[in-house]
């Protein structure tokens, strides 16, 4: 009887060969065929209504946990599952969570070279948070901002401010933050310079925008006393400054 054990576990591996053989695998992965997995697909794009694909970026699935701290808490990640892009952009991951302690919630994180930084890339927080209970199925479109776009204002005819005169300006483009698509403000430069220029009162100033993608711009103005508001859009090329003039 002191061989039963090696018998054991011979007919153990034999019939898992025979699971694998009939594809149906002897792996926690397979647990995927009964409808438990997690499924997260979607595209990566940049540029206008992130028309062009993104293709190698790189996407991760984390589970977080909240760790309490006597001031604030923190939240501690572990990586789960990572893919890159495809040629189209689409990525999908896909987990089973009952081989893992279920994370207080899970957080897909992106980024890609070229986009991931304050120099060339994304600002906006480069992760957003979802709440995935087992058999879901979930889409997941990203959008990558390139800040690699010059935008010059220019309000012509402003004859300075006074008590009937005035102007404010903002510039946004549409970025990622969070859980959310949301304006993300320019900072408007005084022009050849890295000085603020500050909303009131311009007359010209420049700042950096997101390419291949429209900024936004809104002017409140009195003008003889008169109050109004303009909102407008501007299309801003990748490496390219462009001028938006507008006349007070």
């Known amino acids: 009887m002191k061989d039963f054990p090696l018998l054991f576990n011979a007919l153990r591996l034999l019939g898992c060969a025979v699971l694998l053989l009939a594809g149906n695998g002897c792996t926690k992965d397979d647990a995927c065929l009964a409808g438990d997995c997690i499924t997260v697909t979607g595209r990566v794009g940049t540029g206008h209504r992130s028309a062009t694909a993104v293709p190698g970026a790189h996407v991760q699935l984390m589970a977080a946990t909240v760790v309490p701290g006597i001031f604030s808490s923190s939240v501690k990640e572990s990586l789960v599952e990572s893919t890159s892009a495809d040629q189209e952009g689409n990525y999908t991951l896909q987990f089973d969570p009952r081989f893992r302690p279920a994370p ?32 879901t199925r979930r889409t997941e479109p990203i959008h990558l901002v390139r800040l690699a776009a010059e935008l010059r204002v220019l309000i012509t005819g402003f004859p300075g401010a006074s008590a009937t005169n005035s102007t404010y300006t903002s510039v946004s483009y549409v970025g990622h933050r969070g859980n959310y698509y949301t304006g993300v403000g320019v900072r408007l430069n005084l022009p050849g310079t890295q000085t603020e220029a500050g909303p009131s009162n311009l007359t010209e100033a420049t700042g950096t925008t997101a390419a291949n993608q429209y900024a936004h711009v809104v002017i409140y103005k009195t003008k003889a006393g008169i109050r109004t508001q303009v909102r407008d859009s501007i299309y801003c090329p990748l490496g390219v400054e462009t001028t938006y003039v507008h006349a007070f």
Do not use: W
């Not at 070279?113 to 709440?131: A, C």
């Open 104 to 135: 207080d919630f899970y957080r897909l994180r992106f980024d890609n070279k070229g986009y991931g930084s304050t120099q060339g890339g994304i600002i906006e927080q480069q992760y957003r948070d979802l709440n995935l209970a087992p058999g």
